[in-house]
């Protein structure tokens, strides 16, 4: 973002710059380094300029941090080194901002929070969680495995979901073409015997003749159509009706809401084995699910803090599934909750991955066949007129 400021620099005076900042911080920042003095700060809300987007690879950077840390390397040593190494220019102003909050004094924390694009809360809580206990290596192992398992069960339905999505796109790409190109051109050609036709052949060629009168209309039809769709799912509303929807069917609800519970599991796991209190835990965690599971995860704080137990609070909140509140028992009777959550998570995920691999296998062969059928059953009509004519001709 472009930011005017007003300062006092020295041997200038009074001066107006143009500068480009992360944020009003980051803006005053860079004028306190030349050692000026800050008297306003105005963004540039409307910049129709193209702007490079930053997008800060947190993984990659707490598996250096971490590596340096391990070396032997303090903090500050580690911070600087990766300043050094960094090429890209927006994510090394982001390392700088963080060396120099180092510099002033502040907790490492308190200097993930001034970068909320870069470093979401979680990644702060832990961080934090990691300062009173000094171990800071630790915690950000613990990060490093609660993302990549994330990142692994997200990359398994995306796999999964890539090649029945491809065959349909295709399919209907060839559907398409035909009703749109090749159509038209039979429904020229059988206008005088289409009354001797079957009728879904007649039905067909009207069709043809209706695309070939009227093509820009439908095509100006089928690009409002395209743009109505994009602008919905462009909407949070519509998308929170579009989930509402699918949670209702009972099939795909109950995966829906055992891969949530899975997310939620690990991710209150790894809270709690970093130190953080179990209501403050599920505040944090509340954020990273589904809206309506939100009043759950308030409902079984409540329950805790009225001196419930954890497994009692998240059965009455309907936050676990039978398998998960008896691991959940074993969690209290042993002290290892965060532990204990994690497995219940990983034991979810499993079971999301078996019924994903089960619906591809299913729905690829399904789509196959309704494609196939669909196509097929266009060029069987396209070409009964000519078998019609053939037999008549006999």
């Known amino acids: 973002m472009r930011y005017t400021v007003k300062a006092i620099l020295a041997n200038q005076g009074t001066v107006s710059l143009e500068l480009e900042a992360i944020n009003e911080e980051d803006a005053r920042q860079q004028i306190l380094t030349q050692g000026g003095l800050v008297l306003s700060v105005q963004r540039h809300w409307l910049d129709w300029r ?3 987007r930053i997008r800060f690879p947190l993984t990659h950077f707490s598996h250096e941090l971490l590596s340096l840390l391990t070396a032997g390397l303090s903090l500050v040593e580690s911070i600087e080194t990766l300043i050094e190494k960094e090429e890209d220019a927006g994510i090394r102003k982001v390392i700088e ?7 002033e004094g502040v907790t490492f924390s308190n200097a993930l ?5 870069a470093f979401p809360a979680l990644y702060i809580a832990t961080v934090k969680a990691s300062e009173r206990t000094g171990d800071l290596p630790e915690a950000l192992t613990r990060f490093i495995t609660y993302q990549s398992q994330m990142d692994l069960a997200r990359k398994k339905l995306v796999g999964a979901s890539i090649y029945p999505v491809l065959l349909l796109v295709v399919g209907l790409l060839v559907a398409l073409f035909l009703l749109l190109f090749v159509v038209p051109k039979f429904s020229a050609i059988y206008e005088d015997i289409g009354a001797d036709l079957p009728w879904l052949s007649v039905l067909l060629i009207k069709w043809g003749r209706l695309a070939h009168e009227n093509g820009w209309m439908l095509a100006g039809i089928a690009i409002a159509s395209l743009s109505l769709m994009s602008y919905g799912f462009s909407r949070p ?7 509402q929807t699918l949670w209702r069917i009972p099939a795909i609800g109950e995966r829906m809401r055992v891969y949530q519970l899975a997310r939620f599991s690990k991710t209150l796991g790894m809270l709690l084995r970093g130190g953080v209190p179990i209501t403050k835990a599920l505040e944090m965690v509340s954020d990273l699910l589904q809206a309506h599971f939100r009043p759950r995860v308030r409902a079984a704080a409540s329950f805790i803090r009225e001196g419930k137990t954890i497994s009692s609070a998240m059965q009455m909140a309907e936050l676990t599934t039978a398998v998960g509140n008896r691991m959940l028992r074993v969690g209290e009777r042993t002290g290892l909750m965060g532990e204990m959550m994690e497995r219940i998570g990983n034991f979810h995920d499993e079971e999301i991955s078996r019924w994903v691999e089960w619906a591809t296998k299913l729905i690829e062969p399904i789509l196959m066949a309704v494609i196939g059928t669909v196509i097929g059953g266009i060029i069987i009509l396209m070409y009964m007129p000519i078998f019609e004519l053939a037999g008549s001709i006999n």
């Open 113 to 117: 929070e001034s970068h909320p694009q």
């Open 97 to 103: 901002n963080i060396l120099d909050r180092l510099y």
């Open 237 to 243: 509303a519509f998308r929170a009706y579009l989930m």
């Open 50 to 52: 193209p702007k490079a």
